[in-house]
């Protein structure tokens, strides 16, 4: 999902800041709601284990350029279910930034633009969570559907971020949706993947509900809302 290099010019990335600050602002309310329900340190375990998952998912997982962009198994509704929307996004923002500072300088100039791409679309997964799982659900007992559900409105906004990035850049053209379309097409394969591994992990985190009180994983995990 990294945007390529040049396809927005400098100017135009005034407004990849603006984003960026916004979804940073919002990602800081999450986490000060975090550290009220679980404390610090149970925040500070969850955001670094979510890091090394997502460097591990950007830098060793496959990936493959595709279009404007690349496709990669970013499984951010793992990271939701397990951990909760505040470590998660600490997770995919820290991890693409030491990705980039260490294998990609490259894509450093982006980053405001990248970030965004990854942290509205949580974002939204949450909202969707809280409508379609009921309050009396943990996750650990999710059905596929429900699984599917959140793994499509992840990598659907993915994919509908990277669309406005790409043309708000290069234009509106024949050229550019096309593109777009063999990205996109690409990408919503990831979405039948990913409920497949969100259930086997969910089906190994139900294994280990004597770890509901470890602060490791987020309340909602073991627990009933």
Do not use: C
């Not at 400098?10 to 975090?34: C, H, I, R």
């Not at 959140?150 to 096309?178: C, D, E, N, P």
């Amino acid at each position: 999902m990294h945007i390529e290099p040049g396809l927005v010019d400098s100017a135009k990335m005034v407004l990849s800041y603006a984003t960026a600050a916004a979804s940073a602002g919002y990602l800081g309310k999450l986490t000060l709601e975090s550290i009220r329900e679980q404390g610090p340190l149970s925040l500070v375990q969850r955001a670094i284990i979510s890091t090394v998952a997502v460097f591990s998912f950007f830098e060793i997982f496959p990936h493959y350029p595709i279009g404007p962009s690349e496709v990669h198994f970013i499984l951010g509704s793992t990271l939701f279910l397990l951990f909760g929307a505040a470590p998660a996004g600490i997770g995919l923002a820290l991890g693409l930034l030491l990705q980039g500072i260490f294998f990609a300088q490259e894509d450093l100039p982006q980053y405001g633009m990248n970030i965004t791409t990854l942290l509205v679309p949580l974002f939204g997964l949450q909202a969707i969570a809280r409508r379609i799982i009921a309050p009396g659900t943990a996750y650990v007992d999710l059905s596929y559907r429900q699984a599917l559900a959140l793994s499509t409105a992840f990598q659907a906004g993915v994919v509908g971020w990277v669309a406005f990035w790409v043309i708000y850049g290069s234009g509106f053209s024949a050229t550019t949706l096309a593109s777009l379309a063999t990205f996109g097409g690409a990408y919503m394969l990831v979405v039948l993947g990913e409920p497949l591994v969100d259930l086997a992990v969910l089906a190994l985190a139900k294994s280990l509900r004597g770890w509901r009180n470890s602060g490791l994983f987020t309340p909602r995990l073991h627990r009933a809302a």
